[in-house]
């Protein structure tokens, strides 16, 4: 079945600091999403990006289908991006897979 | 729009006992999902239905898990005889559209610790 790996599995960084996730997927994913987790448990939906690059606000997402490879920018970070940030995909299996997630702390 | 109720917020058990977890989807959402996520892990799917239908249920440990939706609506997923591998938080999510993670909508969990 499909697997989703993510890198770096933590990462700390300053305040103001830009963020680079990965997301590694081994097999074709018709839909591919980015999560946040709070650090309290709850699950949000940051944006879907299945190829090319898109952006929201401070998020960048580029993702390169053929690679199997997404990724997500955290540009000018803040201490309340401190979560962890999970991709999930989409594939013709109908069922939405969830990677192993990247926990972020940002120190003031 | 109300979102995705869970409840309880918390449960502490101790090995061997039974605990059920309540799930609202969002009204006129029809997919519902349960996921287990241990601690420091992504979530793992256990079950997901399709108004009262499971649709699959294959990573559900059937010996002492259950889950029904018997109306399409709420969902209840049980754990008889909780092991300490049990520990997670245990995530509902539903969607209106079939399988899609753009319009996956997640409740607050359930963290679960079996003592």
């Known amino acids: 079945g499909q697997q989703v790996q993510q890198s770096p599995s933590s990462l700390v960084l300053q305040e103001g600091e830009n963020a680079e996730l990965q997301c590694n997927f081994s097999?074709?994913?018709?839909?591919l999403q980015w999560f946040y987790q709070s650090p309290g448990g709850s699950l949000v939906s940051l944006l879907s990006?299945?190829?090319g690059t898109k952006h929201t606000g401070r998020l960048t997402s580029t993702t390169v289908t053929k690679e199997r490879r997404s990724s997500l920018h955290i540009s000018s970070s803040q201490t309340t991006d401190s979560g962890t940030y999970l991709c999930?995909?989409?594939?013709?299996?109908?069922?939405?897979?969830f990677g192993t997630g990247t926990r972020l702390q940002v120190s003031p | 729009e109300a979102g995705v109720t869970q409840s309880p917020r918390y449960a502490v058990l101790q090995e061997g006992q039974a605990v059920s977890f309540w799930c609202d989807p969002i009204?006129?959402?029809?997919?519902l999902y349960w996921y287990q996520q241990p601690r420091d892990q992504g979530p793992q799917l256990l079950v997901y239905?399709?108004?009262?239908?499971?649709?699959?249920n294959s990573q559900l440990p059937s010996d002492r898990f259950s889950a029904v939706r018997p109306k399409g609506t709420n969902s209840t997923l049980k754990i008889q005889s909780a092991k300490q591998g049990d520990t997670a938080t245990y995530l509902c999510?539903?969607?209106?559209?079939?399988?899609?993670?753009?319009?996956?909508?997640f409740g607050s969990g359930t963290r679960l610790t079996v003592l």
């Open positions: 999510a539903s969607s209106p559209d079939r399988g899609s993670a753009e319009t996956l909508y």
């Open positions: 097999s074709t994913a018709t839909q």
């Open positions: 990006n299945p190829s």
């Open positions: 999930a995909i989409y594939s013709n299996t109908d069922k939405v897979v």
């Open positions: 009204s006129g959402h029809d997919t």
């Open positions: 239905f399709r108004d009262e239908a499971v649709i699959d």
